[in-house]
Nanobody
Framework: QVQVVESGGGAVQPGGSLRLSCAVS????????MGWYRQAPGIQREWVAS???????SYVDAVKGRFTISRDYAKNTVYLQMDSLKFEDTAVYYC?????????WGQGTQVTVSS
């Protein structure tokens, strides 16, 4: 049984920072690439960043240079450091395998960027 639990969201002003965490239970963490995804109201969920088993990272253009994905194998946790946040980063953020596995979607964590 795999469980994915995201945390670390909140409200922040433009230019601020947040660090999201995603704890993954079960034995898949070390076997798959992991990714972060986000969904804003009225918009389809989109991929944001991913990290492979070799720690190679990829980012959507909109967050390059501002977001950093990382993973801790000892803690079965993947992180998303978000800096220089913008209004358009407001969304619910989810983590999942990359590519995602439908049964592993968690509840997500809300990130709101507002002044």
């Amino acid at each position: 049984q795999v469980q994915v639990v995201e945390s670390g969201g909140g409200a922040v002003q433009p230019g601020g920072s947040l660090r999201l965490s995603c704890a993954v239970s079960g034995n898949i963490f070390s076997l798959v690439a992991m990714g972060w995804y986000r969904q804003a109201p009225g918009i389809q969920r989109e991929w944001v960043a991913s990290i492979g088993r070799d720690d190679r990272t990829s980012y959507v253009d909109a967050v390059k240079g501002r977001f950093t994905i990382s993973r801790d194998y000892a803690k079965n946790t993947v992180y998303l450091q978000m800096d220089s946040l913008k209004f358009e980063d407001t969304a619910v953020y989810y983590c999942n395998a990359a590519p995602p596995i439908s049964k592993y979607w968690g509840q997500g964590t809300q990130v709101t960027v507002s002044s």
